[in-house]
C-alpha cells in the first residue's frame, strides 16, 4: 500500500525523492533506480499517473479516435457510416482513464521497488522534503541521500477576467459529464482545437474566441488553416482577433469534474473594435499552462521558479523535468528527459558511464484533429531566424498513393525544410490523415543528421502513405540534390 504520510520524528531516507507522480515522474524514478538497490520515493498529493493519465492525453485521445475512424468511414465507399454513440464515447474515455482510479499505476510503482508517499511534498532545505497528507495529516520529512526531482507539472493560465466565473479548464473537457448545449472556448491552441473537435461530436454548439489571426500558432501555417477549414466545417464558429475582456455568471462555483459550473456564462467580447455580449452554457479556458513551481519550497535553497525554468545552474543535488522545468510541455518530451535524467542519477550513484546526448535534440508533437497535423523540428520561419539558410519542399497529402488511398476527401499538406549548407533535414510537418504515423521517420532523420540524399535510398512501401517522403525529396531543387 502506499504511505499516507504519518509524522516519524525522524526523517525517512531514499536515495531519491520526486515531487510528482505523473508519468515523467515514475520514469525518472524507474531510471535512476532500476537494476540496483537504490531506492526512490514518489511524492503525489493527486492521481498517481498524472495529468496525462486521467485528464490530458489519454482520456483526449480515447476520445478523439473513434470520431477519427467514423468519419474516414463517411468517405470511403462501401461503408455504412458509422453514428456517434456520445453515451458509449464517454464510457469509452472512463475505461482509459481507469475510472479515475490509480490502484493499477500504484502497483506498477511498488512492483517496481518504488515507494509511493501520498502528500504534497515541498522543499525545507537541502535535500530535506516535507510531506502534508491530503487530509492535514503530518508532515512527513524526507531526506534525498542523492537527488530531488521536480516532476510537479504544470497548472492551467486563467486570464484575470474569467477566474471569477468558474470556467472549465482542460480537466473538465477531457471528463465532460454533462455536456453542454453551447460551449465557449477560449483560445486558439492544442487543447482547444482537439476540444472543439470531440465537444462538437457530442453534439454541443462550440464557438471559439481567438486572440491572434491564427489557429495553432509556433507550426507551420497551413496546419493553422487546414485545421480551420476542418473545425468550421463540423459548424464550430472560429472567431479570429476576439478577446474576451469581461465576463458574469449566477452561482458560479466548482462542481465537479465535467459538470457544469453554475448558470448561464456572458462574456464581454471585443473584435475588429467592437463589443459583443456571447452567451453560453460553460466556457472553456485554453490559454496555456505554467510550471506548477509557486508551492514546492524552492526559496528554502535560495532559489526561485525562475532559476528553475530559465536554464540556469540547479544544485547538483536538484532536478527538474517536464512541465516543471519549462522545456516543451509534453509528455513524450518529459519522459525523454526523464530517462536521460534519470539515467545521469544512477551514473552518478554507480559510477557507471552515460550513453552520450545529442546537442540538440528535436521535439515531436502531434494534434489529434481531422485531419491530424504531425511536426518535428524547426518551422521555415524559426530555422531561417535561427540562421540556416533553407529550402523547402511542400506536396499536397494526396499526392502519393497510398496517402490518397486512406479515403475520398483526403486534405492536407506535406512539408520538410532543409538546411543548404549541411543537406540535412531541420524541420518538417505532416497535416492530413493518419499524418501522425509519418513523423518518426522525420524525428529519425534529424537526430540521425541524414544527409537528404541518402533519404533517397530509403525506399518507401507502395501504396504506403510513407511514399510522401519520394514526392518530397523529389520536390526539392535540383542543386540540393546532387549534394
Same mark, same amino acid.
Given at each position: ?17 520526486? !515531487? ?57 465507399? %462501401? ?31 511498488? %512492483? ?10 515541498? /522543499? ?25 526531482? @521536480? ?13 471569477? /466565473? ?16 453551447? *460551449? ?46 476542418? /473545425? ?20 458560479? #462555483? ?5 459538470? *457544469? ?12 473594435? #467592437? ?17 506548477? !513551481? ?39 518530451? %518529459? ?8 539515467? #545521469? ?32 523540428? @524547426? ?9 540556416? #539558410? ?14 490518397? @488511398? ?32 509519418? *513523423? ?31 514526392? *518530397?525529396?523529389?520536390? @526539392? ?7
Amino acid at each position: 500500500m502506499a504511505a499516507d504520510a504519518p509524522s516519524p520524528d525522524a526523517a525517512t531516507s531514499f536515495d531519491v525523492i520526486v !515531487l510528482g507522480g505523473g508519468a515523467v515522474g515514475e520514469n525518472v524514478a524507474q531510471y535512476a533506480t532500476e537494476g540496483t538497490d537504490l531506492t526512490a520515493a514518489i511524492v503525489e498529493g493527486e492521481l498517481l499517473g498524472g495529468e496525462c493519465s486521467y485528464y490530458a492525453c489519454m482520456p483526449s485521445k480515447a476520445l478523439l479516435r473513434p470520431l477519427a475512424v467514423a468519419d474516414a468511414a463517411a468517405n470511403l465507399p %462501401g461503408i455504412t457510416t458509422p453514428e456517434v454513440d456520445a453515451e458509449a464515447l464517454l464510457a469509452r474515455r472512463d475505461t482509459w482513464v481507469s475510472h479515475y482510479s490509480d490502484a493499477g499505476q500504484v502497483d506498477w510503482a511498488e %512492483g517496481a521497488g518504488l515507494q509511493v508517499v501520498r502528500g504534497h511534498g515541498r /522543499l525545507v532545505g537541502e535535500r530535506e522534503v516535507e510531506v502534508v497528507g491530503a487530509d492535514g495529516r503530518g508532515p512527513q520529512r524526507l531526506r534525498a541521500e542523492r537527488a530531488v526531482v @521536480l516532476a510537479t507539472g504544470s497548472v492551467p493560465v486563467i486570464p484575470a477576467e474569467l477566474r471569477e /466565473l468558474a470556467p472549465w479548464t482542460s480537466r473538465d473537457a477531457t471528463g465532460v459529464v454533462e455536456v453542454p448545449d453551447e *460551449l465557449v472556448i477560449v483560445g486558439g491552441g492544442v487543447v482547444a482545437v482537439e476540444a472543439a473537435t470531440w465537444m462538437a461530436a457530442l453534439g454541443t454548439r462550440v464557438t471559439m474566441l481567438v486572440r491572434g489571426d491564427a489557429l495553432l500558432r509556433g507550426l507551420e501555417p497551413f496546419a493553422g488553416e487546414h485545421v480551420l477549414e476542418a /473545425l468550421r466545417g463540423l459548424g464550430v464558429d472560429v472567431r479570429l482577433g476576439a478577446s474576451v475582456v469581461g465576463g458574469e455568471r449566477e452561482g458560479a #462555483r466548482e462542481t465537479g469534474l465535467g459538470r *457544469l459550473h453554475g448558470g448561464r456564462v456572458r462574456l464581454e467580447v471585443e473584435s475588429d473594435d #467592437r463589443r459583443d455580449t456571447l452567451e453560453a452554457d460553460e466556457v472553456l479556458v485554453a490559454t496555456g499552462r505554467r510550471p506548477r !513551481l509557486d508551492d514546492v519550497g524552492l526559496e528554502t535553497v535560495g532559489l526561485s521558479p525562475e532559476d528553475v525554468t530559465g536554464g540556469g545552474a540547479l544544485p547538483d543535488w536538484l532536478h527538474a523535468v517536464g512541465d516543471a522545468s519549462g522545456e516543451a510541455p509534453l509528455t513524450h518530451w %518529459g519522459k525523454y528527459r526523464a530517462r536521460v535524467i534519470g539515467q #545521469r542519477i544512477l551514473a552518478a550513484a554507480t559510477g557507471e558511464a552515460t550513453e552520450p546526448v545529442p546537442d540538440q535534440v528535436p521535439v515531436p508533437q502531434v494534434v489529434f484533429t481531422d485531419p491530424q497535423v504531425a511536426a518535428v523540428g @524547426l518551422t521555415e520561419a524559426d530555422a531561417r531566424e535561427a540562421g540556416h #539558410r533553407v529550402v523547402t519542399a511542400q506536396v499536397p497529402f494526396s499526392g502519393a498513393a497510398g496517402s490518397a @488511398l486512406l479515403r475520398d476527401d483526403v486534405t492536407g499538406t506535406a512539408q520538410i525544410v532543409v538546411d543548404l549548407g549541411t543537406r540535412t533535414l531541420v524541420g518538417a510537418t505532416f497535416v492530413g490523415p493518419e499524418a501522425s504515423e509519418l *513523423l518518426h521517420a522525420a524525428t529519425i532523420a534529424i537526430v540521425g543528421t541524414v544527409r537528404v540524399h541518402a533519404l533517397r535510398h530509403a525506399v518507401p512501401s507502395y501504396p504506403a502513405a510513407s511514399e510522401l517522403w519520394l514526392r *518530397l525529396l523529389e520536390e @526539392l531543387p535540383r542543386a540540393l540534390r546532387a549534394g
